[in-house]
């Protein structure tokens, strides 16, 4: 039985998954798909637009087998501890042979030689790095410097390397740049750096990223370029999730015009539409914003240190806060007049996100001491992964959530805390999406079920 893992967020399910996922099963003749997903908030510090049931049946009825809900506090965390945290949930699960993510670069050779070098934090690197971030660098913009500088100096590296990479030499430096600047590069050189800090016996595997980039907010016509396999002659509408995000904040100013809907139906796969298409129209969608008057009361209700318990807040950032904090309006203005030259507007959401949510520094050293990953908790599989299953319990090191309250009952100490804030983060954001369908809120987190498909 051969299973391959991958690390998603599904912020919405689209044809570039789907791509992946077809693409992958193509290429490693995989049995199963197992996906570690982001629960209700993701990675750019933001909540998902639509719930984490919803993109689970998105996924389910899309290829994945299996979806196992990433928790929170990693969810919202650094490439690095997202990275970490999913190569992390993989491992404990003691039965995935390989790990699938997708990438702008198609050269794995390379991405593993940039790794390997993160990983092992040469002494030149590490002055490099701490020279560019005293100049007020970005924490990307600084690491991609002192990369740079490090491969000038020592492209001997590369001659031991095999022929498959020897071209590497020859970079050039605008392109070393471009390829440390794309967030799915970037992401793709962390879970290989996770693979190697963990002494990972998994295989990375890279599916270079089809269709529009990450960060492309227009929603592209067919190309005609061959989309799932080479056998299929099929010609796919690319979108990226920014993009449907986008479409779907234009189809909420403009009188919810069916023009926006169209185009997000020709770029995601039909079953993951319907599902997509129910939650928008019942206005069962969020973004930052209707999380603002929360966000407000809490920066209202901190003092300095207060804020300095809060996860990567720095004694800068929580004086900015501080300072500006009769200036707030929203979410997404106070994360824009809160960002500076070297904290980016991602880390910024990041942070307030945390604030949110009552994430501090000594939570996310308490979970790291704790090995990332104390328990597993099922979101979704499909109904014929039986012998996945019975693989899994088989195999698991750390307990497997199947009934939510009869975890929080038997956990205790470390298990126990995080379930609770992965608890308390679903119950906000269904508090939220409830006060906005003008629903009661009714279904706290304990009564959800396992979806089966």
């Avoid at 389910?60 to 945290?85: K, Y």
């Avoid at 190569?87 to 794995?108: P, Q, R, Y």
């Avoid at 929603?219 to 779907?248: N, V």
């Avoid at 009934?403 to 470390?414: E, V």
């Amino acid at each position: 039985m051969k299973v391959i893992g991958i690390i998603a967020e599904y912020n919405p399910f689209h044809n570039g998954h789907a791509y992946q996922i077809a693409r992958l099963k193509q290429k490693t003749n995989a049995d199963f798909v197992i996906v570690a997903m982001s629960g209700d908030f993701v990675q750019r510090g933001a909540p998902a637009i639509v719930d984490k049931y919803c993109r689970t049946k998105m996924a389910l009825s899309c290829g994945v087998d299996l979806v196992i809900e990433l928790p929170t506090v990693w969810s919202i965390s650094s490439a690095e501890d997202f990275a970490m945290a999913g190569v992390t949930l993989f491992d404990k699960m003691n039965c995935i042979d390989g790990i699938c993510f997708g990438a702008e670069s198609d050269n794995l050779p390379l991405l593993k030689i940039i790794a390997d070098i993160l990983a092992e934090e040469p002494d030149t690197y590490k002055s490099a790095l701490a020279y560019y971030l005293k100049k007020g660098m970005t924490f990307p913009s600084a690491r991609a410097a002192a990369l740079t500088d490090y491969f000038k100096n020592n492209l001997q590296i590369f001659y031991s390397c095999t022929e498959e990479i020897s071209s590497i030499v020859n970079y050039s430096i605008e392109s070393l740049i471009s390829t440390l600047s794309t967030p799915n590069n970037i992401l793709a050189i962390e879970y290989l750096k996770a693979l190697k800090r963990r002494n990972s016996v998994m295989t990375p595997i890279l599916i270079p990223r089809a269709g529009s980039g990450y960060h492309d907010t227009a929603i592209h016509a067919p190309s005609g370029k061959l989309y799932f396999s080479e056998d299929e002659q099929h010609s796919q509408p690319t979108a990226s999730a920014s993009a449907i995000r986008t479409a779907i904040s234009d189809f909420m100013t403009a009188d919810k015009s069916p023009v926006s809907l169209c185009e997000i139906a020709i770029s995601m796969p039909e079953p993951a539409f319907t599902l997509f298409q129910n939650e928008i129209l019942s206005g069962s969608f969020l973004n930052a914003d209707d999380f603002s008057s929360i966000l407000g009361y809490r920066i209202l209700s901190c003092n300095k240190e207060d804020l300095l318990d809060i996860s990567d807040m720095t004694p800068e950032i929580a004086n900015r806060i501080l300072k500006n904090k009769y200036q707030f309006s929203s979410f997404t203005q106070f994360s824009e007049k809160n960002k500076s030259r070297d904290i980016t507007y991602t880390r910024m959401s990041r942070i307030l996100m945390h604030l949110l949510l009552r994430i501090t520094d000594a939570d996310v050293k308490r979970y790291k001491e704790a090995d990332y990953i104390p328990y597993l908790r099922i979101l979704g599989f499909r109904k014929d992964s039986a012998d996945l299953l019975s693989v899994l319990k088989k195999n698991v090191t750390v307990p497997v959530i199947s009934k939510l309250s009869k975890s929080l009952h038997t956990f205790d100490g470390t298990a126990k805390y995080m379930l609770e804030e992965d608890i308390f983060a679903a119950e906000l954001y269904e508090q939220q999406k409830a006060g906005k369908t003008k629903d009661c809120f009714s279904c706290p987190e304990c009564s959800k079920q396992i979806i089966r498909i």
